[in-house]
């Protein structure tokens, strides 16, 4: 059904695009960058022939492709991220292929330190003899979330190719900066068109998610007093001490990397100051928000005893919403879970179904009136220099998301 050499160039090149979203950036998107591939995959979908294709001035994608049917049948999203994430570098990327994969270490050539390995990755037990897509090392991938963004795109593709393939109206659109937060902040759900939707934005094949953590972030912003080091006897407080006695006090049971499953957690994810004043960034992340507030209560537990040891410093913790669990949305629209399982089975796929340590644009637009679950696109290891993907999974994600749409019109 599906072109694989097609898929594999769109993937590879998309991922040459430079798309790195900015945390710190006070603009939107976060990045100009991201207008690159923007404006490549817009031309591409005119190409190919679709009308309806809109880049605004946000860097949102908003494209439709007509009904080609009779049938009643209710227009069905799907959405992909622009961007990757900014934890490692996301310049440069250097794609190789790795052809039938034989089940060894995967030593990356720009630094052969990097070793992709079947002891850390169990999973790729399961994928000898599959195409294998990795970095040279020196920078992460981009498959979180380029791959979806090919999976979609070959998909429309093969649509426009097919008129004979029977479809509702298909809603795509793209998003930026979904890394940093803040894919869906400008998002025109009207424009959209679609009341429900499909974020192609998963890992490992058959991965089917309907529930993620809900989210905080909380600021922690250390107050000192700073005074020259040469007089600074009994006069100074030195914040940047008190953010490290602050992330020293942190409870290490429940920490990323101390977590798993449905266990919640705190996180740092940056820290910068000078002795007056040094800020932590974290995040908070739990299933419930109940998980949430205890979380953000420990915190407050640590706050105090810092100001123990630094009576006259002040500390201030600012905590704002995220997004929160789709899945109590998602259980009042069943039938959005059964077209996706029901399109699983035509594609020969037992569904992993399991919560997401993490979220997607669809944990907030799903609060926004899309409810919209998650489906795998083949990215393993996101964020990091060790990220690959399966060409054959990606396959079989574009071939999903043609099946989602055959079974809404055989609906």
């Known amino acids: 059904m599906i072109d694989r050499n097609e898929l594999l160039e769109r993937f590879t090149r998309y991922v040459k695009i430079y798309t790195t979203s900015d945390e710190e950036s006070t603009t939107f998107p976060s990045t100009k960058r991201q207008f690159d591939l923007a404006e490549m995959l817009m031309n591409e979908l005119k190409a190919m022939g679709v009308k309806e294709v809109e880049l605004d ?6 494209a439709k492709i007509p009904s080609n049917t009779e049938k009643d049948v209710a ?6 991220h622009l961007d990757t994430a900014p934890a490692e570098g996301g310049e440069n990327v250097k794609p190789q292929i790795i052809r039938n994969y034989d089940g060894g270490d995967i030593q990356l050539p720009g ?20 195409d294998l897509i990795t970095t040279d090392g020196t920078t992460l991938l981009g498959a979180d979330d380029k791959a979806g963004i090919a999976e979609i795109m070959t998909a429309a593709a093969y649509m426009m ?40 934005d998963g890992g490992q094949l058959g991965e089917l998610e309907d529930e993620t953590f809900c989210a905080d972030s909380a600021e922690v912003i250390c107050k000192g007093i700073n005074v020259h080091p040469g007089y600074a006897k009994d006069k100074m407080v030195n914040a940047i001490r008190m953010a490290g006695l602050f992330m020293t006090l942190l409870d290490e049971t429940t920490l990323p ?34 998980g949430l507030k205890d979380r953000e209560k420990d915190l407050e537990r640590v706050r105090l005893q810092v100001l123990e040891k630094f009576p ?21 629209h069943p039938e959005i879970m059964e077209t996706a399982k029901k399109a699983f089975e035509k594609a020969g796929i037992t569904p992993i179904h399991k919560p997401i340590r993490g979220g997607t644009d669809g944990s907030r637009l799903t609060f926004m009136g899309v409810p919209t679950p998650n489906v795998f696109a083949g990215s393993i290891n996101m964020h990091s220099k060790k990220e690959f993907a399966s060409l054959q999974t990606m396959e079989k994600s574009t071939e999903v998301i043609l099946h989602i749409v055959s079974v809404l019109v055989e609906a």
Not at 268 to 279: H, L, S, V
Not at 314 to 331: A, F, H, P, S, T
């Open 75 to 80: 227009p069905v999203g799907f959405m992909a």
């Open 312 to 332: 006259r410093g002040e500390i201030q913790i600012i905590v704002k919403e995220q997004y929160r669990n789709m899945k109590e949305v998602l259980d009042r």
């Open 257 to 290: 990397e101390t977590t798993e499953n449905r266990e919640n957690y705190y996180h740092a994810t940056g820290i910068k100051g000078m002795e007056n004043e040094t800020t932590i960034n974290m995040i908070v992340r739990s299933f419930t928000v109940d």
């Open 57 to 62: 001035e946000y860097g949102y994608i908003y």
């Open 161 to 200: 190719d097919h008129p004979e393939f029977e479809h509702g109206e298909i809603c795509i659109a793209f998003t930026p900066d979904e890394e940093v937060g803040r894919g869906v902040d400008h998002f025109d759900v009207k424009k959209f068109g679609a009341g429900f939707a499909y974020t192609l």
């Open 111 to 130: 630094d052969p330190s990097v070793v992709i390995s079947p002891k850390e990755n169990p999973v790729m037990n399961e994928l000898v003899g599959d």
